[in-house]
């Protein structure tokens, strides 16, 4: 994935745009770099992050007077804010570029007077339409009635002399770069986009805007300031040093551009490789762009942000989930860092919500992870004395495992597939849960005090393959929580360091160590339905007045996703229904004959479910979270069978299983005993 002349790994976020603070979705971007560029120094190379501000524009300069402040402090107050945040979270970024500072402006004016030179520029007068939201300009087929189809912000018909980049001459060589690399645009899909876009032909754009008083002025015409895409896009470059430092080429091209992809298509697949060509720079070896978080509400396809709020301040809903789980800070921001890569789908749009999020916490974290440790540290003190035993027969099934997620790991992070790679690793946990259960130590500790001699080799071993299945699981997600790693590997006797490919094979445990006390590092969190207070607090709840806030009965809770919603009761809103009504539903025993996870969504089970002798039907449930597939297969539900059938995912589901919600929990419903597959549940 890098240069066979250099060791490093170059890896850049979105330069952000400083009209508003930081929140869960730039917070994403960022954090899933940090633990790209993590991963890769796991791999023993010498990984580069590049995150920054861009504080040029028309826009930045409307928020300032917006804010009665000068155009300078008020980005220096934001850029501050990116900063602390990325921080914060522990994001080891290596360097922060902001797109005021004296190398950036130096490296802009240089990459414009080359393409000036080159012929590339010209002086015209732009007629069209653009948008100051987005500070894009906008072609007539991009518009309908006065807003982008793409942003649906608004747009203006202006007439400008400024200049243009002959981007038109561009296309054909930008379609065989794509042919000749095929690995350039990813996921592979949006290249699709890109190509689609290009085809519908490209024009020349305009690179300048009538200078206000803010933004880099244009080499040799100071009435004219650097239109801010083009600007911001060549911070990239400028961070290494182009054009005067001479070691500026150890570090370019770019491996890895990552980012959202509403600035994919028009800017970073097309117009910033225009832009290198036209100077005979080398390109990005990858440009990435993720889906947005989405929340209910919003147009199909509609970014979550900051003008559509609903999305929460990093830190704020870092320290809620601290105070709710009841853990130190940092573990809280690892638990953050780990949620964030794990809910979303790194490809397609995602669904966002704070509840989801902390339920996350719990099953994975809670429930798997810190019970996988916390159980196996337990009983390694109840019956061998906290010391770590000698393995004399490791489990071939559970090394064949471990090697096999490790290899599924390093190809998903390998793709940029994060929440892949970590639910590789989830597996392994889930697994050695269920190894306890099954392998019963306890028993086996009974038959040592017995006599049995055999049995306490076993004990030893399967105490050994628990804790060391901890170790490399807690080593795997150290990209993700470096912090929590730290904290779990010596919980399991494994003093942490930076960890290296070697550190990852089996059998690194040293026997004869002596383990402290288990100390659960991710408390359960009792109560993962926000109240609208607490959503308001953290920044994911907008538009409520303080007299909503109070009058909002905060006793309802919200179930489970996939499960059925209850039926109002007297006294609730007054609905009620009468018994015709109730005989409409036709509720039915079905027979699970299997189940299996739906690509791409974290939450969805695909059932086969049996409902007469020669009838089965596919229904999607969303209890994922709750139930492996293979604790299903052969049980036998409760199903609404009249349920008029609907599509998630691009599969019909043919109705809804019965679940009560726990906790936010789903808890399926089951008959008591064996009952006829399709009886009637009256």
Same mark, same amino acid.
């Given at each position: 994935?890098?240069?066979?002349?250099?060791?490093?790994?170059?890896?850049?976020?979105?330069?952000?745009?400083?009209?508003?603070?930081?929140?869960?979705?730039?917070?994403?971007?960022?954090?899933?770099?940090?633990?790209?560029?993590?991963?890769?120094?796991?791999?023993?190379?010498?990984?580069?992050?590049?995150?920054?501000?861009?504080?040029?524009?028309?826009?930045?300069?409307?928020?300032?007077?917006?804010?009665?402040?000068?155009?300078?402090?008020?980005?220096?107050?934001?850029?501050?804010?990116?900063?602390?945040?990325?921080?914060?979270?522990?994001?080891?970024?290596?360097?922060?570029?902001?797109?005021?500072?004296?190398?950036?402006?130096?490296?802009?004016?240089?990459?414009?007077?080359?393409?000036?030179?080159?012929?590339?520029?010209?002086?015209?007068?732009?007629?069209?339409?653009?948008?100051?939201?987005?500070?894009?300009?906008?072609?007539?087929?991009?518009?309908?009635?006065?807003?982008?189809?793409?942003?649906?912000?608004?747009?203006?018909?202006?007439?400008?002399?400024?200049?243009?980049?002959?981007?038109?001459?561009?296309?054909?060589?930008?379609?065989?770069?794509?042919?000749?690399?095929?690995?350039?645009?990813?996921?592979?899909?949006?290249?699709?986009?890109?190509?689609?876009?290009?085809?519908?032909?490209?024009?020349?754009?305009?690179?300048?805007?009538?200078?206000?008083?803010?933004?880099?002025?244009?080499?040799?015409?100071?009435?004219?300031?650097?239109?801010?895409?083009?600007?911001?896009?060549?911070?990239?470059?400028?961070?290494?040093?182009?054009?005067?430092?001479?070691?500026?080429?150890?570090?370019?091209?770019?491996?890895?551009?990552?980012?959202?992809? $509403?600035? *994919?298509? #028009?800017?970073?697949? &097309?117009?910033?490789?225009?832009? =290198?060509?036209? /100077?005979?720079?080398?390109?990005?070896?990858?440009?990435?762009?993720?889906?947005?978080?989405?929340?209910?509400?919003?147009?199909?396809?509609?970014?979550?942000?900051?003008?559509?709020?609903?999305?929460?301040?990093?830190?704020?809903?870092?320290?809620?989930?601290?105070?709710?789980?009841?853990?130190?800070?940092?573990?809280?921001?690892?638990?953050?860092?780990?949620?964030?890569?794990?809910?979303?789908?790194?490809?397609?749009?995602?669904?966002?919500?704070? $509840?989801? *999020?902390? #339920?996350?916490?719990? &099953?994975?974290?809670?429930?798997? =992870?810190?019970? /996988?440790?916390?159980?196996?540290?337990?009983?390694?003190?109840?019956?061998?004395?906290?010391?770590?035993?000698?393995?004399?027969?490791?489990?071939?099934?559970?090394?064949?495992?471990?090697?096999?997620?490790?290899?599924?790991?390093?190809?998903?992070?390998?793709?940029?597939?994060?929440?892949?790679?970590?639910?590789?690793?989830?597996?392994?946990?889930?697994?050695?849960?269920?190894?306890?259960?099954?392998?019963?130590?306890?028993?086996?500790?009974?038959?040592?005090?017995?006599?049995?001699?055999?049995?306490?080799?076993?004990?030893?071993?399967?105490?050994?393959?628990?804790?060391?299945?901890?170790?490399?699981?807690?080593?795997?997600?150290?990209?993700?929580?470096?912090?929590?790693?730290?904290?779990?590997?010596?919980?399991?006797?494994?003093?942490?360091?930076?960890?290296?490919?070697?550190?990852?094979?089996?059998?690194?445990?040293?026997?004869?160590?002596?383990?402290?006390?288990?100390?659960?590092?991710?408390?359960?969190?009792?109560?993962?339905?926000?109240?609208?207070?607490?959503?308001?607090?953290?920044?994911?709840?907008?538009?409520?007045?303080?007299?909503?806030?109070?009058?909002?009965?905060?006793?309802?809770?919200?179930?489970?996703?996939?499960?059925?919603?209850?039926?109002?009761?007297?006294?609730?809103?007054?609905?009620?229904?009468?018994?015709?009504?109730?005989?409409?539903?036709?509720?039915?025993?079905?027979?699970?004959?299997?189940?299996?996870?739906?690509?791409?969504?974290?939450?969805?089970?695909?059932?086969?479910?049996?409902?007469?002798?020669?009838?089965?039907?596919?229904?999607?449930?969303?209890?994922?979270?709750?139930?492996?597939?293979?604790?299903?297969?052969?049980?036998?539900?409760?199903?609404?069978?009249?349920?008029?059938?609907?599509?998630?995912?691009?599969?019909?589901?043919?109705?809804?299983?019965?679940?009560?919600?726990?906790?936010?929990?789903?808890?399926?419903?089951?008959?008591?005993?064996?009952?006829?597959?399709?009886?009637?549940?009256?």
């Amino acid at each position: 994935m890098t240069d066979s002349g250099r060791d490093g790994f170059y890896i850049t976020t979105p330069i952000y745009y400083v009209n508003g603070l930081p929140h869960i979705g730039t917070a994403l971007t960022t954090v899933a770099c940090d633990a790209i560029a993590r991963y890769h120094k796991m791999q023993g190379e010498n990984s580069r992050l590049l995150t920054g501000t861009d504080e040029n524009g028309a826009k930045i300069q409307d928020a300032a007077d917006n804010a009665a402040m000068p155009a300078n402090a008020f980005v220096d107050g934001l850029s501050s804010a990116f900063r602390a945040c990325w921080q914060d979270l522990d994001v080891r970024f290596d360097d922060f570029i902001r797109t005021t500072e004296p190398r950036h402006i130096r490296a802009v004016q240089e990459f414009f007077t080359r393409l000036v030179d080159r012929g590339y520029v010209y002086k015209d007068t732009y007629q069209g339409w653009y948008s100051t939201s987005d500070e894009t300009f906008y072609r007539d087929s991009d518009v309908h009635d006065g807003r982008s189809k793409e942003t649906g912000k608004p747009v203006v018909r202006v007439s400008e002399e400024n200049y243009f980049f002959k981007l038109s001459q561009f296309g054909d060589r930008l379609l065989r770069y794509y042919e000749n690399n095929p690995g350039f645009l990813q996921p592979e899909f949006r290249k699709n986009e890109v190509v689609g876009f290009i085809n519908e032909g490209l024009r020349d754009i305009c690179i300048t805007r009538p200078n206000k008083g803010w933004g880099i002025p244009f080499p040799g015409d100071p009435d004219k300031v650097i239109y801010v895409w083009f600007d911001a896009l060549i911070s990239y470059l400028a961070s290494t040093g182009w054009p005067d430092n001479p070691e500026w080429s150890k570090w370019w091209p770019a491996d890895l551009h990552f980012m959202g992809k $509403e600035i *994919f298509v #028009r800017f970073h697949a &097309t117009l910033w490789p225009a832009m =290198l060509l036209a /100077l005979d720079l080398p390109l990005p070896k990858c440009v990435f762009a993720h889906g947005f978080w989405t929340l209910p509400g919003l147009r199909a396809g509609e970014k979550a942000g900051k003008s559509t709020g609903g999305l929460p301040h990093p830190t704020s809903f870092e320290l809620m989930i601290a105070s709710k789980a009841g853990i130190d800070r940092s573990i809280a921001v690892d638990a953050l860092r780990y949620m964030l890569c794990r809910e979303m789908n790194f490809g397609l749009d995602t669904e966002f919500s704070v $509840e989801s *999020f902390l #339920r996350r916490y719990n &099953t994975d974290l809670a429930n798997d =992870l810190g019970n /996988l440790v916390n159980r196996t540290v337990n009983m390694l003190h109840k019956f061998c004395g906290g010391v770590i035993p000698a393995c004399s027969m490791p489990d071939p099934e559970i090394t064949a495992l471990t090697a096999a997620v490790k290899q599924a790991y390093h190809e998903h992070m390998a793709h940029y597939k994060l929440n892949s790679a970590i639910d590789s690793v989830m597996q392994l946990v889930a697994r050695m849960n269920k190894y306890i259960d099954s392998s019963a130590p306890w028993a086996l500790a009974k038959a040592v005090t017995a006599g049995d001699e055999q049995a306490q080799a076993k004990l030893d071993s399967i105490l050994y393959n628990c804790l060391e299945a901890a170790r490399i699981s807690s080593l795997l997600l150290s990209p993700f929580m470096p912090t929590a790693s730290i904290a779990l590997c010596g919980q399991v006797g494994a003093p942490f360091k930076s960890p290296d490919s070697a550190d990852l094979e089996w059998g690194k445990l040293q026997s004869g160590t002596v383990l402290d006390p288990a100390v659960p590092i991710f408390p359960r969190i009792l109560d993962t339905v926000p109240t609208e207070a607490e959503l308001l607090q953290i920044g994911a709840l907008v538009n409520k007045t303080e007299e909503q806030i109070n009058a909002v009965d905060t006793s309802n809770q919200t179930p489970a996703p996939g499960t059925p919603v209850q039926a109002a009761q007297p006294g609730d809103d007054g609905v009620v229904i009468g018994i015709e009504d109730f005989m409409k539903v036709q509720l039915k025993v079905g027979e699970v004959l299997a189940a299996e996870p739906v690509p791409n969504a974290t939450k969805l089970l695909r059932l086969t479910v049996k409902v007469t002798g020669d009838e089965a039907r596919t229904i999607l449930a969303g209890i994922a979270e709750y139930y492996k597939p293979e604790e299903l297969e052969g049980k036998q539900v409760v199903i609404v069978a009249n349920l008029q059938p609907r599509k998630m995912r691009g599969i019909e589901s043919q109705g809804m299983l019965l679940a009560a919600d726990v906790d936010g929990r789903a808890v399926l419903v089951r008959p008591e005993e064996l009952v006829p597959v399709g009886a009637r549940v009256r």
